[in-house]
């Protein structure tokens, strides 16, 4: 295979240190002819050397950089790899990669790396998936289920239930082939327990796309004070704040951690019947349609204005009240106004009394949001395994060719028929850990991946 190198690290110009990987035969020969030891050592395996990479064309030092050397068949490729930590900014990990690549090696393609590693049996194709999973998780919980799958715990279930069909599959086999020689009787029920076991592995496995940052909406009136919530809640001015109705016109969205638990806070359009602003009506329409994604909607009151109550339940009624998502109140400028009247609201909402202005009670919402996402984090916590839509629709195949196997064997067709049904059932388990590979599907699998991974 080709030499490949890429830089490991994220590209930024204010980065302090960068990391390189170079992989593949010539590795060893190009870090030989480059790197300048400050020590007169042999490169050994795992051992960290301290140098220069050295231009010989132009007779400079570019960097002093940090290698890190890992041999075939004990690198994460699988064949000889070496890293190179060298100082930040974009134009000198680009100078050595330059480098490299005028000695011999080329620039690596999205997980490429990966790839090599899955090549050459360092991982099957669930832990290289997991292995993406981990770059991109964004929560604890998406974590710890990615880290299952990349330690196999997921390839040992799928595996086990491949054996399950292998012995199946045998003993019909058998029955098919010596007919007369070995008596051997198999029915529906064996093929039921697999089918009990596959879709067990589908209830306990939590499907990637629905474990994300979750979504917090502040909704409410014009200038109830849902930008200076957002900005108290960021701790630092990202929204507009004015006297003025209507300011926010549009969704601003920003990252938050509360309680150790990663959020996207959503500012929103106050939300007004009959707007004859035409900007507006389309801040307000967005506003609507985030409603239905959110985890939870923070419905702000304002403690200094009368409420319309027949307003407000026609609000509630329309937008809020069959909603899944946790809808906490939150009566804002409770420093200027008190003792608002709240009967009107659901019973079994909590509503928060808060002054965003200067940061009554935060905390205590911080507490009620914190809440409301853990009992969703709770759910998906109880899963076994992450998987992706490829992983999930060829689990799905699974269980249909198993239908279709237990159905022709109730009706008795004949056995090849079942067979046929179970090999096929068979072969989708084996594309999810990647014993049965198409490369057009890892071209897609690996193209996802960053390029330095």
């Given amino acids: 295979m080709e030499t490949i190198v890429a830089l490991a690290t994220f590209p930024s110009s204010s980065a302090s240190l960068n990391v390189i990987r170079i992989s593949g035969a010539e590795s060893k020969r190009i870090i030989t002819e480059l790197f300048i030891p400050k020590t007169k050592k042999e490169l050994s395996h795992n051992l960290i050397r301290y140098g220069y990479i050295h231009d010989p064309k132009e007779g400079i030092n570019i960097d002093d950089i ?29 100078k050595i990669i330059s480098l490299f690549i005028q000695h011999g090696a080329r620039a690596a393609e999205h997980g490429e790396f990966t790839r090599r590693a899955f090549a050459n049996n360092k991982i099957d194709l669930t832990q290289a998936e997991a292995i993406n999973d981990i770059v991109n998780s964004e929560n604890d919980v998406y974590l ?100 003025i109705s209507g300011t926010t016109r549009d969704l601003i969205e920003h990252k938050v951690e509360i309680s150790g638990i990663k959020l996207n806070l959503i500012d929103t359009a106050g939300i007004k019947r009959n ?37 407000f339940q026609e609000i509630y009624t329309s937008y809020l009240k069959d909603i899944q998502a946790e809808v906490i109140f939150v009566l804002n400028k409770i420093d200027i106004s008190s003792g608002f009247d709240l009967s009107f609201l659901p019973k079994k909402k909590q509503c928060i009394q808060i002054s965003a202005k200067n940061e009554q009670n935060i905390q205590e919402l911080k507490n009620a949001i914190s809440a409301s996402i853990k009992h969703t984090a709770e759910e998906v916590l109880g899963k076994s395994f992450l998987i992706n839509m490829r992983q999930k629709e060829l689990i799905e195949k699974c269980i249909n060719e198993l239908q279709q196997s237990k159905k022709a064997c109730d009706t ?5 028929v079942v067979v046929n049904f179970l090999n096929k059932a068979q072969s989708h388990l084996e594309k999810i850990i990647g014993s049965i590979t198409d490369e057009e599907v890892l071209d897609q699998i690996f193209s996802s991946f960053c390029i330095g991974k």
């Fill in 66 to 94: 940090v290698l890190l050397p890992y041999f075939a068949p004990k690198s994460y490729t699988g064949e000889d790899l070496f890293e190179i930590i060298c100082h930040g900014g974009n134009f000198i990990y680009k």
């Fill in 144 to 243: 710890e289920l990615a880290r299952k799958n990349l330690d196999g715990a997921f390839n040992k279930e799928i595996s086990q239930i491949r054996n399950l069909l292998i012995d199946l599959v045998a003993e019909f086999e058998t029955s098919i082939n010596f007919p007369e020689d070995v008596e051997v009787h198999v029915d529906g029920k064996k093929i039921d327990g697999v089918l009990s076991a596959v879709t067990e592995l589908l209830n306990q496995s939590a499907f990637n796309e629905d474990i994300h940052i979750e979504d917090v909406l502040i909704l409410g009136e014009p200038n109830v004070g849902k930008s200076s919530l957002l900005n108290c809640l960021l701790g630092q001015e990202k929204s507009i704040v004015t006297d």
């Fill in 275 to 311: 707007s004859q602003d035409i900007v507006e009506t389309i801040g307000i329409n967005k506003a609507l349609d985030k409603i239905s994604h959110a985890n939870t909607i923070l419905f702000m009151l304002d403690a200094t204005q009368p409420i319309d109550i027949t307003k």
């Fill in 412 to 416: 008795g067709e004949f056995e090849e």
